[in-house]
């Protein structure tokens, strides 16, 4: 084989082998390539996932302020509760010295 024959022969197999190499380039992206409905599908699955965490947000604020809400309540519940339970602490403690006080005055009469 001559020199000229051994180069002619390597340009050819070069050549192959590039287009061999561009071919299966272009395979590889006409299969993996994203398709526009594919685009569109995903613009939509990011948009429904960024309402669902808004709505996410909005809930776990309600919720935060419901709970404040009704720890307000609460608090207010027991304090009117205390000062319910003192006044009735009290009232008996009264009815106890009236019964006291009627007692003595039946015992001094009679």
Known sequence: MSRTEF???TA???FVAFCLGWFANWLLHRFTAVSKSDVGELERMSQELHEAEETR???ITYLQQREAELTNQLAQTEAE???AMEGLR???HEAEELRAYAERLQQGNG
């Open 12 to 14: 050819i197999i070069l």
């Open 81 to 83: 509760l205390t000062a």
């Open 57 to 59: 947000d909005q809930a």
């Open 90 to 92: 009290d009232a008996r």
């Open 7 to 9: 180069v002619i022969a």
